[in-house]
Structure formats: C-alpha cells, structure tokens
C-alpha cells in the first residue's frame, strides 16, 4: 500500500518502473518489429525470429547472459543507422502499437505515485527512441534508456554510450537522487527481472512485478510485495484524466550523450542485413535502417 500524499517539507520522493513486462505486456522495442519491417528496416525472417524471441521473452525473459549477448551484438548491429528514421517510425505506430498493452495496474499506481507527490521515472534497458515516447504517453517526469552514440551524419557510430542495464540502473537511480534530491529510503521501484535486483535494493520500497523464477524468490526471501499485473487496457478506455496530452519526459542525467537504439533490437535482423538496409535506405532522406 503507497503511502499518503508527501509532506512537502520532506526530501523528494519518486517511485522508478522497469518498462518490459512491468509497465506494459510486451517487449517495448520487439512490439515494433512489424513497423520497422513495413518500413523497409528488416526482412521477413527477421519478423519471424522477432516473433519467437517476444514468446521467449514473454515465456521467462532474456537471463544475464541473453543481456550480455544482445549488448556485444548492438554495436556492430547499428553503425550506419539513420536516427531519424527510427524515431518516425516509433511516433507513427506508438499509439496503435503501446498503448493497448499498458498493464491497468501499472497506469494506476502511476496516478497514485503522482497524486502523491512523487515523480515517475521509467528505468529501461531498451532504447531511448522507443523508451522516451513511451515515457511521455505514460506521463513520466524523467527516463533512464540504453544509449548510442551519434555521428555528425545523424546515423549509429555502433559505440554505446551509456547501457541502463543491471547495477547501472542502480547507479542511474543515485545519481538522480543526488541531483534531484530523492530521498531514496522513501522512493519506490518496481520491476519483473532479477537483473533490476541492484535498482529495487537501492531503493526503501522495491515491489517485484510478474516476477521471473529468480526474482520471485528473492523477494519471497527479502518479504518484497510482490504484484500480479495482467490488465492491459487501452489508456483512453480508462479514466478521463489519463486522456489528457502527456507530459514532456526529461531525459535522465545519466543516460544524456547521444541518441540511442534499443538492446532488444539485435534480436531484429542479423548482421549480414546492415550494409544491404543502409544501402537501401541511403537514396531517401533522413533515411536508414533500425
């Protein structure tokens, strides 16, 4: 149960929501693999193996090892991407595609955490162009998202920048209690995966949410809540409040440097597709592959 409206006298609060799995039902980046494909990004087979990559992840999600994979795969992955063309596509299908499969739950406690005076932070190991509109439809005040740096050509150098992964959301969560000046014994933090254990133990109030195997019994052992999210439901459909236009999302100082793409997207297409889509691409403007 969330604690009343905060004193205002008191240091700030806030209550920091892992994104997959914990906000909404899916993989936020492997929901819009359809898109990215439609828009000439990936092929078939890649849908295809997108597809059952979202069932595995939905069966268990990706273990501390799949993470480490997918971190080595993205920055060969991306180098010669055009940024741009990543970000028209997740704001032309955000909508149609995010917005069904937001967990009521989730939406609920972030009107409780607003009503009460907390900020909202969105704590993802996915990317910023995918996590920073989905922040903003959310009504978050601030997200922390994987990275990558940019070249003057606007396009992926293949260099991460920052990955909000693991003990780095913890550390993300710190900082920004530092500069923002959270009083981390009263803040909150929800998540599903054992890899957020380091985020939900900085943390005074950690809540495991549709927990995997490893996390459920880690709370189970530390007497974390643990909360059973299984409502998705179209924002709209909800209370007139949650219609009204989001909120501008701040960027978290942690995760500011260049624009970046998510860790999910390795699982999109292989290597072999990179020069053949920026190829494709490069005759159109602010054109190239995600």
Same mark, same amino acid.
């Given at each position: !149960?969330?604690?009343?409206?905060?004193?205002?006298? @008191?240091?700030?609060?806030?209550? +920091? +929501?892992?994104?997959?799995?914990?906000?909404?039902?899916?993989?936020?980046?492997?929901? +819009? %693999?359809?898109?990215?494909? &439609?828009?000439?990004?990936?092929?078939?087979?890649?849908?295809?193996?997108?597809?059952?990559? &979202?069932?595995?992840? @939905?069966?268990?999600?990706?273990?501390?090892? &799949?993470?480490?994979? !997918?971190?080595?795969?993205?920055?060969?992955?991306?180098?010669?991407?055009?940024?741009?063309?990543?970000?028209?596509?997740?704001?032309?299908?955000?909508?149609?595609?995010?917005?069904?499969?937001?967990?009521?739950?989730?939406?609920?406690?972030?009107?409780?955490?607003?009503?009460?005076?907390?900020?909202?932070?969105?704590?993802?190991?996915?990317?910023?162009?995918?996590?920073?509109?989905?922040?903003? @439809?959310?009504?978050?005040?601030?997200?922390?998202?994987?990275? !990558?740096?940019?070249?003057?050509?606007?396009?992926?150098?293949? #260099?991460?920048?920052?990955?909000?992964?693991?003990?780095?959301?913890?550390?993300?969560?710190?900082?920004?209690?530092?500069?923002?000046?959270?009083?981390?014994?009263?803040?909150?933090?929800? %998540?599903?995966?054992?890899?957020?254990?380091?985020? @939900?133990?900085?943390?005074?109030?950690?809540?495991?949410?549709?927990? #995997?195997?490893?996390?459920?019994?880690?709370?189970?052992?530390?007497?974390?809540?643990?909360?059973?999210?299984?409502?998705?439901?179209?924002?709209?459909?909800?209370?007139?409040?949650? %219609?009204?236009?989001?909120?501008?999302?701040?960027?978290?100082?942690?995760?500011?440097?260049?624009?970046?793409?998510?860790?999910?997207?390795?699982?999109?297409?292989?290597?072999?597709?990179?020069?053949?889509?920026?190829?494709?691409?490069?005759?159109?403007?602010?054109?190239?592959?995600?």
């Amino acid at each position: !149960m969330l604690d009343p409206v905060e004193n205002r006298s @008191l240091p700030r609060t806030a209550a +920091f +929501f892992d994104l997959d799995k914990t906000v909404i039902a899916k993989s936020s980046t492997l929901t +819009f %693999s359809k898109s990215f494909y &439609q828009g000439g990004l990936i092929n078939r087979r890649a849908v295809l193996r997108t597809a059952y990559t &979202q069932f595995v992840f @939905l069966a268990g999600g990706a273990d501390h090892d &799949q993470m480490e994979r !997918m971190r080595a795969y993205l920055s060969s992955l991306c180098r010669g991407w055009n940024v741009q063309q990543v970000k028209e596509i997740v704001a032309e299908t955000l909508h149609d595609l995010i917005d069904p499969i937001i967990y009521d739950e989730a939406a609920s406690l972030i009107e409780e955490h607003h009503a009460a005076g907390r900020d909202v932070v969105i704590v993802s190991t996915s990317g910023a162009e995918v996590v920073e509109p989905i922040g903003e @439809l959310l009504g978050a005040d601030r997200v922390v998202a994987t990275r !990558m740096v940019v070249g003057e050509d606007g396009c992926y150098t293949g #260099d991460v920048e920052y990955y909000a992964y693991g003990p780095t959301k913890a550390e993300a969560v710190r900082e920004l209690a530092e500069s923002e000046g959270y009083d981390l014994a009263r803040c909150y933090a929800y %998540s599903d995966s054992a890899t957020d254990v380091p985020m @939900l133990e900085a943390v005074g109030h950690p809540h495991a949410v549709n927990p #995997d195997r490893t996390l459920r019994k880690e709370a189970v052992a530390r007497e974390w809540p643990i909360l059973d999210f299984h409502r998705p439901v179209r924002l709209k459909q909800r209370l007139p409040s949650l %219609s009204r236009p989001p909120r501008p999302v701040l960027v978290a100082a942690a995760a500011v440097g260049a624009a970046a793409v998510t860790a999910g997207v390795v699982w999109l297409t292989a290597r072999s597709r990179r020069s053949s889509a920026a190829t494709q691409r490069s005759g159109r403007p602010g054109s190239a592959s995600a």
